[in-house]
DNA sequence: GAAGTGCAAATCGTCAACAGTTTGCACCCT
DNA sequence: AGGGTGCAAACTGTTGACGATTTGCACTTC
């Protein structure tokens, strides 16, 4: 073919091709196109998407120390289910990094910064008011992620990112009831009140209010909380630095054929 | 069995040879043989691992998600080198955890928690006292990660651990001088009287109060702080996502052989 | 003499194959 | 009939090899 245009092809000169099976496989997990604590076929996953074994497992390699997935040694790879407890702990991470980033915006917000922050509060006022659950989850998604930005340095950025993927793994996240929005809602005006008359501490305040309230709403949400242990968490305390007296079947999440 | 010790070959059925190749390899890094920015060479590790080429490309991978190095497509894999942006921004979220993890300890300290602080407080003192810089270097290390063991839960002592591991990336740690070490010290007393008043604001504050100590420190003994630019960060905004305009030759490190 | 061009070596990216382990079913024994 | 044992298939872990791209030096040319 002589008019080639940015096929597959073309992207792989500038992408490896672990980048792209990770993002790919990435967005399967997210989705829920894989579903928490299932495993992952390598040859099957290799086979779906057109290329050898190796870059697979690299890639789950990254997903492993992203924690999206966790390994056994003979065993294979399973994608991790977080339970109620680390749920609960990503929440509080999230709420810390969001206070500090407000705090910051307060003390002196980029140009621009406010009347973006507005804009996207009104936006997500009207989806709160035609009970529109789906454009207001995109657009609070973007309004946090505008905080991040804006009163945030990268590396803060990513773990924000990192954590928010790891909350998804909780059992099909939690949707947002319609009622819930404009508590949410009126809590980001709350923010937006505070960036405007300059106030770091009262910021910072409300954005721990408003990721609690986030963490309140989840817990509330939450089947029952299944009472049961943590079960399957992070293999080693660090990652895999030692793990001598632990070797627990992932879940008896069986093999499914033969 | 006859009584075999753990040899190396017991250790393979146990961990995955990827796991213990990245171990080496960020043992390398972090001890400053590899030095940063320099190139991976995958074929030349493997062989001095003596293992082939994929269990080390695996353990890139982790690494690479980890943020130690930073890889171009058709190029190689660099020891990330940080800049002095990227380490003030790593001590800030460093003080922001271990700020939250002082709050919930003087909250409601864990028995013993206080005993075992105050010990490493009070041998801290001595070597400080007795001039002995490496000793007081890893009391320091043993005492905040005692803080987050104490004060956080798991996912927020591997967010520090891999920050703290990042910060050894800055161009050949600031060793403490000894007259800082009476400082620092000083500032862990008054964390611990925190403790013993159980008073979570103040714990917080002298928690955050002492990471930026450290940040001030660290930023005077940082060599001008080389007003360059950036140059070689992460690639991509978030990671890897797209980097189209993007492709600036990591940097002139030449390939030494030929 | 300096800049541009071409070639060859080194190295990365990917693939296919081999060995070891785990797993699940079937069979046998009690 | 219930439980234990053995075997075979599937899958993971690892290796070696091939093709593609980059890079640095040498040569040519202005």
Redesign the interface.
């Known amino acids: 073919m002589t008019g080639e245009a940015p096929t597959e092809i073309t992207l792989l000169?500038?992408?490896?091709l672990?980048?792209v099976v990770r993002?790919e496989i990435e967005r399967l997990i997210l989705t829920g196109a894989i579903e928490a604590g299932s495993r992952l076929n390598e040859q099957a996953l290799a086979a779906r998407l057109g290329v050898s074994r190796?870059p697979v497992?690299?890639?789950i390699?990254?997903?492993?120390?992203?924690?999206l997935v966790v390994?056994v040694?003979n065993q294979g790879s399973y994608v991790r289910k977080v339970s109620v407890?680390?749920a609960l702990?990503?929440y509080?991470?999230r709420a810390?990094?969001t206070a500090?980033a407000c705090e910051v915006i307060a003390a002196g917000p980029p140009p621009g910064a406010e009347a973006r922050l507005a804009a996207l509060v009104e936006e997500m006022e009207r989806a709160a008011e035609a009970d529109d659950a789906p454009r207001y989850y995109a657009l609070n998604l973007q309004f946090h992620d505008a905080l991040m930005e804006l009163g945030s340095?990268?590396?803060?950025?990513?773990?924000y990112?990192d954590?928010g993927n790891?909350l998804h793994l909780f059992r099909r996240r939690a949707l947002v009831q319609p009622e819930k929005m404009r508590e949410s809602n009126a809590e980001h005006a709350a923010l937006l009140a505070a960036f405007r008359a300059r106030d770091p501490a009262a910021a910072r305040a409300a954005g721990e209010a408003h990721i609690r309230g986030g963490k309140r709403r989840f817990a509330a949400s939450s089947p029952g909380a299944n009472s049961t242990k943590p079960q399957q968490?992070?293999p080693g305390?660090?990652?895999?630095?030692e793990s001598?007296p632990q070797h627990d079947p992932p879940q008896p999440a069986r093999r499914r054929r033969r």
């Open positions: 000169r500038t992408r490896s672990t980048s993002q190796g497992r690299e890639a390699r990254g997903l492993e120390r992203q924690g390994t040694v407890e680390e702990e990503l509080d991470l810390l990094l500090r340095g990268p590396r803060a950025q990513r773990i990112a954590l790891e968490t992070a305390g660090h990652d895999d630095q001598p």
